[in-house]
């Protein structure tokens, strides 16, 4: 009761031409689930996903054409640089743009986010060389800085019941989007060649073998703009505090919250030291990034393995191939997400769950150079379980890890803290497609190798960093808020 008066009190503040305002008021009125609003944050999550890994598939056969790779073993290390580009650009941005949806709204810096995807997507499509695309990616990365706003603006437009759920629906569409872009790079590039009988040598596709995918995408990101037209402004344009409230309502309001209990913890919380000293926020912020670099270099040597030819340990696979078995991951990773995650969480809590997830994952990589022994249905089957499976593990760590960070804070930092974590994982995403490229490489070039040869060297490191991430979820390195 305390609370529903104070908020009667604090009502008078309502702005006429404050969009913040107009949306708490309508959070406040509206009855009934909110299925239109938790689409469209889902429809703007998933555009910002789907180009960061859609290259992949076929980034193998984009670098050889570009003829910049002397031998085939080198073109493993041209391709992680371009792989990297889009994560070292949303690395120097991530705050600029966490900065800029605080002082001119949510709004403005999602609707530049998915205008990005349309332009420089569709360029980097029809990229002749490699500084082209490198040039193009770290546009799209720089200009791709919402997922923090729109983490902010789920939390700003959904009611308290239902704001658990937008944010696991941030977590989702991110996780699908980074396997089924790949999906549709693996699909849709090359189409003269996969699909002669649609597309000729002479047409667009056929100069621009990497355009269609890239395209798709960009098509999706320009239907999504324009839904974004239509969401409102999150962002109070007014100074919040009591200037509004007369005396007397002022002293009513806060001496309503100063009677409730968890409100006063929340000021004792309010008084504590800024974010970088909340070690329970820090902490798990390193650990998500940690299993971030492992995610996104995973991600380009899974890629690099399935092209390459089966001289140097690959799978010897199309981008089509590669594709499938994505698209495969990208159903069972849904399925999961949308039945099982939920319950293993409210049954072993996000911690216990991204160390499990971890540690069977390290099982999982182990049998990846024996999986290369295998040909045939055998093959297909093996590969696409581990590659479901692999992909469940990472995106649970990653959820479980969300989630901490989450709880380590106030709603009203969850902004900031969302900020600090994507600008730190921006740029150990950023190393990971580069240092995958140079270890891959380097791997093909000691097959005759007395220790771990070939392959076997490469998940050998992605072991080494998966323990590490593993072994930090255990105190006293990862630190809980108590609840």
């Known amino acids: 009761m305390a609370e529903e008066y104070a908020e009667c009190l604090l009502e008078n503040k309502f702005h006429e031409n404050c969009p913040g305002c107009k949306v708490d008021q309508m959070k406040r009125l509206r009855r009934g689930f909110p299925f239109s609003e938790l689409l469209t944050v889902w429809l703007i999550v998933l555009c910002t996903a789907l180009p960061i890994s859609s290259l992949f598939p076929f980034l193998y056969f984009m670098i050889g054409d570009f003829n910049i790779a002397k031998k085939e073993e080198d073109i493993g290390f041209y391709a992680g640089f371009v792989g990297c580009s889009f994560m070292l650009g949303r690395t120097l941005t991530s705050v600029i743009w966490g900065i800029v949806a605080d002082r001119y709204g949510r709004k403005p810096v999602i609707l530049i986010g998915t205008a990005s995807v349309v332009i420089f997507n569709t360029l980097f499509g029809l990229s002749v060389n490699f500084w082209m695309a490198i040039i193009t990616r770290f546009c799209l990365g720089s200009f791709n800085g919402l997922l923090g706003p729109i983490k902010a603006y789920a939390m700003e437009t959904f009611r308290d019941e239902y704001q658990g759920l937008a944010l696991s629906a941030v977590s989702t569409a991110w996780g699908i989007g980074l396997i089924i872009g790949p999906a549709m790079g693996g699909f849709l590039a090359q189409p003269a060649k996969q699909y002669p009988s649609l597309f000729s040598e002479n047409s667009v596709f056929g100069k621009f073998p990497y355009l269609l995918p890239c395209l798709a995408i960009s098509c999706f990101a320009l239907l999504v703009t324009i839904i974004s037209l239509r969401i409102p402004e999150t962002l109070h344009n007014h100074k919040i505090d009591d200037d509004a409230l007369s005396p007397d309502e002022s002293f009513d309001a806060h001496k309503a919250l100063s009677h409730d209990p968890e409100s006063h913890k929340t000021t004792e919380r309010n008084e504590k030291s800024s974010l970088l000293k909340n070690w329970p926020l820090i902490s798990s912020i390193i650990v998500y990034c940690i299993f971030s670099l492992h995610d996104m270099?995973?991600?380009?040597?899974?890629?690099?393995?399935?092209?390459?030819?089966?001289?140097?340990?690959?799978?010897?696979?199309?981008?089509?191939?590669?594709?499938?078995?994505?698209?495969?991951?990208?159903?069972?990773?849904?399925?999961?997400?949308?039945?099982?995650?939920?319950?293993?969480?409210?049954?072993?809590?996000?911690?216990?769950?991204?160390?499990i997830s971890g540690s069977l994952a390290l099982v999982l990589l182990s049998t990846y150079p024996l999986i290369a022994k295998l040909s045939g249905l055998a093959l297909t089957l093996a590969l696409n379980c581990a590659s479901v499976a692999k992909n469940v593990l990472a995106t649970s760590a990653i959820t479980g890890l969300f989630i901490l960070q989450n709880r380590a804070v106030r709603q009203d930092q969850r902004g900031a803290a969302n900020g600090i974590a994507m600008t730190a994982m921006s740029l150990f995403k950023a190393i990971g497609p580069a240092a995958a490229g140079i270890i891959y490489s380097w791997s093909e070039k000691r097959l005759d190798a007395a220790f771990l040869p070939g392959t076997q060297m490469v998940f050998f490191i992605l072991n080494v960093i998966l323990a590490l991430g593993v072994v930090m979820t255990f105190k006293p390195f990862l630190a809980q808020t108590q609840h």
């Open 297 to 355: 270099a995973y991600t380009e040597i899974f890629s690099l393995w399935a092209n390459s030819p089966r001289k140097y340990g690959g799978l010897g696979y199309s981008s089509a191939d590669v594709g499938s078995v994505l698209a495969i991951s990208g159903f069972g990773l849904l399925i999961f997400q949308l039945s099982l995650y939920s319950y293993a969480e409210r049954l072993l809590g996000p911690t216990m769950v991204t160390r």
